[in-house]
């Protein structure tokens, strides 16, 4: 392991913060870990990746196979050790992406002096096979950020139909609820209904019957009130049919 390993900075998003710079031996493996503030404050780096880019030889590249962890606020990055195979001077440039949009958030820049090892080749070249050159990346970038985009547009989509389900789930029950309400007052309207019919029933009934009863008064010659009383005029005399 290198001496140079875990080297820890502070960065913040807000303010100015001062260039990094250090130096290394050839085929170092550097890692750096930044804690990302936010106006001093721990920075939320959730949804965010990253990206490491070096200039060497003025020309720039992304390191492809770099070991980026984000963990709360803290930014780990392992370079390979290709980075450092060749002295001379390094330019990192650690950029911070959103995935959900893959737009940058911000970078920050890291200078290294890469010295010579006693047995390192003198060719200052990075080897193509382990870095891609910036320039080819812009169509696969454009790529991604459509793909983002249509599963960002889909996923809206879902949550829209998901809801719209919901609502209708909410009307359906509402309805079903009004129904049942319905239901049950049509059915007691119907059943005091009944209790009326019955009652009338009874009540016409006993009507016929005293009805009856005069007329088999009437049939013997004798006129009853509705207690069973002979009828009687203003002479107290009973009437007789």
């Given at each position: 392991?290198?001496?140079?390993?875990?080297?820890?900075?502070?960065?913040?998003?807000?303010?100015?913060?001062?260039?990094?710079y250090y130096k290394c031996k050839q085929n170092d493996?550097?890692?750096?870990?930044?804690?990302?503030?936010d106006n001093g404050v721990s920075a939320d780096l959730t949804g965010?990746?990253?990206?490491?880019?070096?200039n060497k030889a003025n020309m720039g590249y992304e390191i492809r196979d770099t070991d980026i962890i984000i963990t709360s606020n803290?930014?780990?990055?392992?370079?390979?050790?290709?980075?450092?195979?060749?002295?001379?001077d390094l330019k990192f440039e650690i950029k911070l992406i959103d995935r959900i949009n893959n737009l940058q958030k911000t970078s920050f820049d890291v200078f290294v002096k890469v010295q010579n090892?006693?047995?390192a080749s003198s060719n200052g070249n990075i080897p193509s096979v382990i870095i891609?050159?910036?320039?080819?990346?812009?169509?696969?970038?454009?790529?991604?950020?459509?793909k983002i985009a249509e599963a960002n547009a889909m996923n809206t989509t879902?949550?829209?139909?998901?809801?719209?389900?919901?609502?209708?789930?909410?009307?359906?029950?509402?309805?079903?609820?009004?129904a049942k309400n319905t239901m049950n007052n049509l059915n007691n309207a119907i059943g005091e209904g009944n209790n009326v019919i019955d009652k009338l029933a009874n009540t016409n009934w006993a009507y016929i019957e005293w009805i009856g009863s005069i007329v088999e008064k009437l049939a013997?010659?004798?006129?009853?009130?509705?207690?069973?009383?002979?009828?009687?005029?203003?002479?107290?005399?009973?009437?007789?049919?």
């Open positions: 392991m290198s001496i140079f390993d875990s080297l820890s900075f502070d960065i913040d998003l807000k303010l100015e913060n001062s260039p990094i493996t550097i890692t750096f870990s930044f804690n990302v503030y965010f990746s990253c990206i490491l880019n070096v803290n930014i780990r990055v392992k370079c390979p050790s290709s980075t450092t195979q060749f002295s001379g090892s006693i047995l891609t050159p910036l320039e080819h990346l812009d169509e696969s970038l454009n790529q991604i950020a459509g879902l949550i829209n139909t998901k809801n719209s389900a919901d609502n209708t789930n909410t009307i359906l029950n509402a309805t079903i609820s009004a013997i010659g004798t006129l009853d009130d509705e207690n069973g009383t002979p009828l009687v005029d203003e002479n107290n005399e009973q009437f007789i049919g």
